[in-house]
């Protein structure tokens, strides 16, 4: 049942409904008080609606329901520009995340160490291509980075991604 509800959060949340994702997490969460799955999809929906803050509470309590649970508050923490919480947050497996917030705290032999260990995907991939595009963007290779941030023009469907699509061009003064 956990696994299915946060898939069913995950989904009405990438296809636009984050209020209504959150509405039934909520009425899950009267119910379940105990269940840290729950509360770790809370994270994400809330992200998605603006409510920076009801992410972190939610995940901070999933975290007391569970210790070891992976939620995505990371991404949260990056959007409320609280960079140095984001990387204790997020996965080590995303590293073009984590080397674009290195480069935002300034630590840019941090970000191409990590750049350099990096094992990307082949760029015909979604996230292979976004991968790229990053890399590229902070080793500064603007045509590879455009190249590859076309590539994932069609894989973004959710604010979030909207917006990271729109950073990654603005960052190249492509504001259109």
Avoid at 77 to 106: C, D, T, W
């Amino acid at each position: 049942l956990p696994m299915a509800v946060s898939l069913r959060a995950a989904l009405d949340v990438y296809s636009g409904h984050c209020i209504q994702a959150m509405v039934n997490l909520i009425r899950r969460a009267r119910e379940r008080k105990t269940d840290a799955d729950v509360y770790g999809s809370l994270v994400l929906a809330c992200r998605f609606a603006g409510l920076t803050k009801a992410s972190v509470a939610s995940h901070k309590q999933a975290r007391r329901l569970d210790p070891s649970i992976k939620t995505s508050v990371g991404y949260t923490y990056r959007i409320m520009g609280e960079f140095e919480k984001a990387l204790e947050e997020m996965e080590p497996n995303v590293g073009a995340f984590r080397a674009e917030i290195l480069s935002q705290l300034g630590r840019h032999d941090e970000m191409k160490e990590l750049l350099e260990k990096l094992k990307l995907e082949k760029s015909e991939s979604f996230f292979g291509a976004w991968s790229t595009a990053v890399r590229a963007g902070l080793l500064g290779n603007r045509d590879l980075s455009l190249r590859e941030l076309q590539k994932v023009e069609s894989g973004f469907h959710d604010p979030e991604g909207a917006y990271l699509l729109a950073r990654g061009y603005s960052y190249w003064d492509l504001p259109d």
